[in-house]
């Protein structure tokens, strides 16, 4: 069972990749792109990782690809030809990554036996309790400063964005 | 994997100054908008009665010797952080004030200018106390998060916002390479707490992890080869935002790279001695002879600076509890300098609205206070005595003899030859040179007062130091089992309640 998700997952995120980058509409691109993030959050899943799968949908397939559809909108990109161009050095880059990889995955065997060994590491708490309850908590306790100082890091933002963006709308107005 | 939060109300007084500041600034907001008709000066005092307070309150801490460590050691309130909280306060209050004429300039959001300014200097209170890899990271990007806003300010000139844009996407990639080089000391470490780092085998991975974040703290110093963001952003950037920009986020770096030069990676100081006397010559003289090519006060000022963060890296270098004490004077003796001649650049822009070096000749004759106050923070900021910047450049040099770092010293004080030449061709400027328009300059009174401060502070410092070397002397007590030689045993540090 876990291996046929696993093999449909990883099947749709490959095609889709290839989809992204062979598309010559940017809007499909960017429409192939979504649908290999669902399904790199639906591998999350089966690897019992449910609060990076919620962080991949929210944050990649939410607001990163929404901003990606926005800017390909605005600036009303067709067709761009010039980036077909890069095949070359793309080629260069990929051989170069999957050589890594490969050489990654015959020195490290992932066997069953270190799997289970690193979960005997830790002392199986996320495992039980689910990791986002355990995040939470981490979050609200040991690193309780960082969340705070993130919060502020929030208000600061939104207000330099105000202060950066709505300006044209004051200008207008008078 | 257990987590626990034990903070009682009287740990928190700990964060006092901050939540203070917090408080303040979140009122000022409240201000600005429910009162419209309330002048912008007025928000300008505001400010800087907020920071009195917390600077009373930081005073008031560092006499009583009040320390302690919060939330599992991650922000620590020692001696040392308070000198780095008192010196970045006082350099915003400094700031504040120099800006109160300036920001008539901008059309819009002139009250939220204040609270920005805030803003940071909460963010930099803040780098002076962390003590792991995730606050660092985080208020590091808390406090530069403001200057962003801050540097593209003036909306209508296109230099400002060429210089928001350029700080902004370099800024954005120091944090990527932060966040990576973090990601491989945790990975290789599993450990995130400077002193629990140190307790840990070396491995080439964290070799690569601490180079990632050295560049980029290296990087809000504007240390070259780090630097290339500085004369842009310096000269696009608002004038008082550029002091501000040119001093407080600095000393606030160094904050963190002293705890983590002096804590993680005390065990590897002959590896990282010969990294920072590399970078302390590649500072200084590059900063120093691009800046003899300067046109613009700015960008002079702009590459001055980063001569002057290699002298300070001397001290670095040295790698002693001598080598901390003289960077933390030498960082006091900077903040009034620097900001002292950035005031006066300020007030001659105010005035007649240039930044060309060729603007200032015969300032002599048309304002003697602006042309002796400029004197007197050159003349520091070169080092001549008996100004302060004479005792810090003395103190840092007398550290790395100490230790033996004769090239550095060499390289040093050839450096300070260079340095003499483009201070003093601004001398020969304002005094010799006759001034195109005759018109006499006035000062508004908040100018005055800023420049006054830089005046005083430049001269007493010089002039009798004994009582500030001793506070930074004693703000570096629990680095004293450095000891000079070059071999040093993992540090135990006497943190905690």
Known sequence: MATLFFSYFSGVIVLASILVVALRNPVHSALALLIMFFHVAGLYITLHAEFLAAVQIIVYAGAILVLYLFVVMLLNVKRDEHYHAQYPLGAVLGVTILTEALLLIVQHSFSKETATADLGATDGKQVLEGNTETIGEALYSTYLFSFEVASLILLVAMIGAIILAKRDLFEARN | ?497
């Open chain 2, 1 to 497: 994997m257990t987590f626990s939060l034990n903070v009682t109300g009287s740990d928190l007084i700990l964060m006092l100054p901050e939540i203070i500041l917090t408080l303040w600034l979140c009122g000022i907001l409240i201000v600005d908008f429910a009162m419209p008709k309330l002048p912008k000066e007025q928000l300008a005092y505001l400010s800087v009665c907020g920071l009195a307070i917390v600077l009373a309150n930081l005073v008031w801490f560092d006499l009583e010797g009040v320390s302690g460590a919060l939330f599992a050691n991650m922000f620590v309130l020692d001696r040392m952080a308070l000198f780095f909280k008192i010196l970045i306060v006082g350099a915003t209050m400094l700031v504040l004030l120099a800006s109160r004429d300036y920001v008539q300039r901008f059309r819009f959001f002139k009250g939220e200018y204040y609270f920005l300014v805030l803003m940071s200097a909460l963010g930099m209170m803040l780098m002076a106390s962390p003590n792991d890899l995730l606050s660092m990271f985080i208020t590091l990007e808390f406090s530069t998060f403001g200057f962003y806003v801050l540097v593209a300010y003036l909306r209508e000139d296109a230099a400002s916002n060429e210089a928001g844009l350029k700080f902004f996407i370099l800024g954005v990639f120091a944090a990527g390479l932060l966040t990576y080089g973090i990601s491989l000391v945790y990975g290789e470490t599993g450990k995130i707490v400077f002193s629990e780092i140190a307790a840990t085998a070396w491995t080439p991975g964290l070799t690569i992890g601490f180079l990632l974040i050295f560049a980029s703290l290296g990087f809000k110093i504007g240390a070259v080869p780090f630097h290339s963001w500085i004369p842009d952003t310096y000269h696009g950037a608002p004038t008082p935002i550029t002091a501000f920009l040119s001093i407080a986020p600095k000393a606030a770096t160094f904050a963190i790279l002293v705890r983590l030069f002096f804590v993680s990676l005390a065990a590897l100081k002959p590896a990282w001695v010969l990294l920072l006397v590399g970078v302390s010559i590649l500072s200084m003289t590059y900063g120093n002879i691009v800046a003899i090519a300067q046109k613009n006060i700015k960008r002079l000022l702009a590459y001055s600076g980063i001569a002057q963060i290699g002298n300070v890296l001397i001290g670095l270098a040295a790698g002693t509890k001598m080598g901390e004490d003289a960077i933390l004077f030498y960082l006091l003796t900077y903040v009034f300098a620097n900001v002292g001649a950035f005031a006066v650049v300020i007030a001659v822009s105010n005035l007649i609205r240039s930044d060309e070096i060729e603007d200032y000749s015969g300032l002599n004759r048309r304002s003697p206070f602006l042309a002796f106050a400029m004197l007197v923070f050159l003349l520091s900021l070169a080092g001549v005595p008996p100004l302060a910047g004479f005792i810090g450049k003395l103190y840092i040099f007398l550290a790395a003899i100490k230790e033996e770092l004769y090239t550095l010293i060499m390289v040093g004080l050839v450096n300070i030859v260079i340095s003499m030449y483009y201070y003093l061709i601004i001398v020969k400027k304002m005094y010799i040179n006759e001034p195109i328009d005759r018109s006499p300059l006035t000062v508004s009174p908040s100018m005055q007062a800023v420049i006054y401060v830089g005046l005083a502070g430049t001269l007493v410092l010089g002039i009798y130091p004994k009582p500030f070397i001793e506070w930074a002397v004693a703000a570096t007590l629990m680095f004293s089992n450095f000891a000079p030689a070059a071999a040093v045993a993992p540090v135990v540090l006497p943190f905690g309640g």
